[in-house]
């Protein structure tokens, strides 16, 4: 690298050149979008991997490429203007399921850094639904019932198409970061870590269309230790942020360690999710300063395989949520809260199936939420909630006049819970009524639970009180 350019390269980029360099249009990268790019970036990673480290620099230009396997100590660097442009040569990647634009196992001392763009190039096409997903059933029902085609966008190819990449897929490594790029228009995850260690990912941008992109979540660490997530913002189509403990890539392993602030969240699905893939654990999770806006759920906790969350703090949010369309899971709820087991939702049986898993210790406060869905706190009959508390939360909700689905009756209901504290807590309705509205707060079998300053409007319209209760053990605390 010329001097004068090495002095520039350090002061825009922060990374010293003490380290060597090395330019991927050294290795024959033309930055020319219809060349193949593949074989000149993996050609300056594995250099820079065997020199013991450095970084890859990827100046302006546009480079298409398929799957790229990264090294230890290897920092990729895009510079602004740089964009990697995923393949759509499916042979250009890896077999399913560990297809994807970035990938790396085992390693440690990884950095994704700098101004470019990572485009996965998704498309999609509609057409008549061709699966049964039952975890929407009700909605898919619903919208039979209007006798409108039962349309929904699939990945370009599905199903005969059999790669569908991600665009970062991690596995067991250490000392991860991933900080200033643009993730767009990825065909799986976008960012999708496993059993990693002290992983950053910070000021990052990750956009999929929330009309059409179908499984292309945000940020999904699963099994992950020390995770920071700082000052983002994932605008995805299905979820946007996800907590897993699943055995997709190995051994379910507990999330632990977790801190989020500073990001700004929209998704058609789950803004935040404790995701239905809990095997094991997802303890000791703060997430604090997060705006969620045009979200189908704001808040999901789903333990569906046994696995427990426990421990998790959510503070200083502002949320907002509508509902999407019929095939994304949500229904304009700001507040989700569901124990089952996964045989009591599609009703498949399974050998050595686990007990339901649990939710314990989990504080929500400081929070604002307008929503278009009724929120639900549910525990399990054979797995009461324990220790949730809501503390300085403002609940307001309204309804979507043109959703077929429009059943809103309580704005928010609790079953099965042990230890809730609700205090200074206010729930209110907006515009435009729905004439389903019933109450404000139901209270279903539930035990030792104390309302301190506890607000609830009756609906407009509605004669039934505005707090109900079915085997409800509580103290109200007047405001």
């Known amino acids: 690298m010329p001097r004068r350019f090495a002095l520039l390269f350090t002061l825009f980029t922060g990374l010293s050149c003490a380290l060597p360099v090395f330019h991927v ?20 990673i ?63 001392d990884i950095a994704l850094e700098g101004r470019g763009t990572l485009d996965g190039q998704s498309t999609y096409e509609w057409r008549l639904n061709s699966i ?123 999330v632990e360690n977790v801190t989020v602030t500073n990001c ?27 705006v969620i806006t045009n979200s189908n759920r704001g808040i999901a906790f789903m333990v569906f395989d046994g696995g427990i969350v426990e421990d998790v703090v959510l503070s200083n949010l502002t949320i907002e949520t509508r509902r999407f369309d019929w095939f994304w899971w949500g229904d304009g709820d700001p507040l989700h809260f569901n ?47 324990e220790g949730v508390r809501l503390d300085n939360i403002k609940l307001f909700v309204s309804s979507d006049p043109h959703a077929p689905y429009e059943h809103t009756a309580t704005a928010l209901t609790v079953r099965h819970a042990r230890g809730l504290r609700m205090s200074n807590v206010e729930i209110g309705w907006e515009n435009p009524p729905a004439p389903t509205w019933r109450n404000g707060l139901s209270l279903e079998q539930v035990s030792d639970a104390i309302l301190d300053r506890v607000e609830v409007h009756p609906p407009p319209g509605s004669k039934s009180p505005p707090i109900v209760s079915t085997g409800a053990q509580y103290v109200v605390r007047p405001r």
Not at 360 to 373: C, D, E, L, M, S
Request: overall charge neutral; hydrophobic content about 35%.
């Open 25 to 44: 249009k050294d290795y024959g990268a033309t930055g020319i979008k219809s060349d193949n790019a593949r074989p000149a970036l993996q050609q300056a």
């Open 46 to 108: 594995d250099a820079c991997g065997k020199a013991g480290g450095g970084t890859v620099y990827v100046g302006p230009g546009e480079y298409t490429t398929g799957q790229l396997h990264l090294r230890s100590g290897v920092r990729l660097y895009l510079e602004a203007g740089a964009t990697l442009f995923a393949s759509l040569d499916g042979s250009q990647f890896d077999p399913a399921p560990k297809s994807a634009l970035l990938s790396g196992e085992d390693l440690h």
């Open 132 to 254: 049964t997903d039952f975890y929407i059933l009700p909605n898919q029902r619903a919208m039979e019932a209007t006798g409108k085609p039962l349309l929904r966008p699939f990945p370009h190819g599905f199903p005969d198409e059999k790669i569908y990449p991600r665009m970062v897929l991690l596995l067991r490594c250490t000392d991860v970061r991933i900080t200033g790029l643009k993730f767009l228009r990825s065909r799986s995850w976008t960012i999708n870590p496993y059993a990693c260690k002290r992983l950053l990912i910070d000021g990052v941008y990750i956009y999929s269309s929330q009309k059409e992109g179908v499984w292309a979540d945000g940020i999904d660490p699963d099994g992950c230790q020390d995770v920071r997530i700082a000052n983002s913002t994932v605008e995805t189509g299905d979820d946007a942020l996800v907590f897993y403990s699943a055995d997709i890539w190995g051994p379910a392993l507990p």
């Open 264 to 290: 700004r969240l929209s998704s058609a699905s789950s803004a935040i999710k404790f995701c239905d893939g809990n095997s094991n654990a997802i303890r000791r999770v703060n997430i604090d300063n997060v």
């Open 339 to 385: 124990i089952k087991r996964r045989s009591e939702v599609d009703g498949t049986k399974r050998a050595n199936e686990p007990p339901p898993g649990r939710i314990r210790n989990v504080i929500i406060q400081n929070v604002i939420a307008h929503g278009t869905g009724a929120s639900v706190i549910n525990g399990h009959p054979d797995s009461w909630l």
